[in-house]
């Protein structure tokens, strides 16, 4: 594991006035908002589509971190963008590159109020042959309580904001200089087809996207514009937890593929491992499934199941589960379990996830196991958590420390 770039590993002090720049980032504000962005700060009408076209262009293509650098843009509205607006991203707290190439950044937001104090996500890539994916998170932390899953353990904070989302798309293509004529770090992975280094967009960082549905969505939204980013709505893929109501939407209002993490065949076991399942058992969001929206034989709708020694791996599930899926455009990816400290689980064993595996595919399912990538730096599935509240709990001993002190 290497540490390549720090900033400060401590949230700001609980005891110092937070610094809160009212400007918007225009970094991930959708199309529409930037059009009234723009009127608001008295661009004509009639000018509002080019300058529109010209900063998309900057910021998506280029990679634009100043207005000034934006040299088709007249230098007056370098002026005037300058004192409404910025094109700032997450700021890094700390960027880990793994032994296997992974890389992950903690990421803080800006604070919105003197009691926020900049909220973290953790955000991952993940280099292969043929694709560079990128997994974002959706919320900071996550109110659904997983039982095997770190994230859960979180008290759920915020969601996202969209630009917070698009901005740590745009973090990692600064960090990895994936932008026409910059050059990659040393050792970055570069696509064989001399392509685009995230290529691929999964929402398996923190939290349950359908629940920061909107931002999520117009996140998407810019991620895919045909005139920026350009990302293929079929490599951006939205796993959930089984929030039924949401998922229709979804698939009509952004084409993205679907994943599930279902984990269990049967509802007693699946109100344990996912909780949510008590609200909408497995039946109803299977019966969601098979009415996804473009799903078909080329567009599969992805089952995450985490194997769970004991608990999930036997082969009578493993048969269960071909069985609960008859009927729906389906592939299978088997997560090895990555523990985290405190958990009770323990991973399957590896003959035993093959076999597992075995019964899937002799049933006509590709079931690909997910090769578990930057475990060194806790970047696995599941196991991200930012340490917001390791440095909450350091920021209220300072402030003790201080007050401490001040009575003397
Ligand atoms: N909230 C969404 C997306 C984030 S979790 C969801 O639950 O789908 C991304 C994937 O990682 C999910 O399939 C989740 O079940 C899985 N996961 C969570 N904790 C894990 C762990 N400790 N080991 C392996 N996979 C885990
Ligand atoms: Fe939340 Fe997904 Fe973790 Fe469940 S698995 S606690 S939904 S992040």
Known sequence: MTEIASGPDTAPSPVQPVVIDPRPSLVGMPRAALAEFLRSIGV???????????????IYTRGATEFSDMTNVARSLHATLDAAATLRRPEIVREQVSADGTRKWVLRMPAKSQHDRGAEVECVYIPEKDRGTLCVSSQVGCTLNCSFCHTGTQKLVRNLETWEIVGQVMVARDRLGDYPGR???EGAFVPNDGGRLVSNIVFMGMGEP???????RDAIGVLTDPDGMQLSKRKVTVSTSGVVPEIGRLGTETGAALAISLHATNDPLRDVLVPINKKYP????????RDYPGASNARRITFEYVMLKGVNDSLAEARALVKLLRGIHAKINLIPFNPWPGT????????????????????????????PRGRDILAACGQLKSDTEKMRARARLMLEEQLVLGSD
């Open 44 to 58: 004509p009408d009639k000018e509002v589509r080019m300058r529109l076209g010209q900063l998309w262009h900057w």
């Open 183 to 185: 050059t990659p770090p």
């Open 210 to 216: 359908l629940y920061a549905y909107d931002n999520v």
């Open 282 to 289: 497995l039946a109803e969001l299977l019966a969601a499934c």
């Open 344 to 371: 009770i689980y323990e991973c399957s064993d590896w003959a035993q996830i093959e076999k597992f595996s075995d019964v899937i595919f002799d049933a006509g399912y590709s079931s690909p196991i997910r090769t």
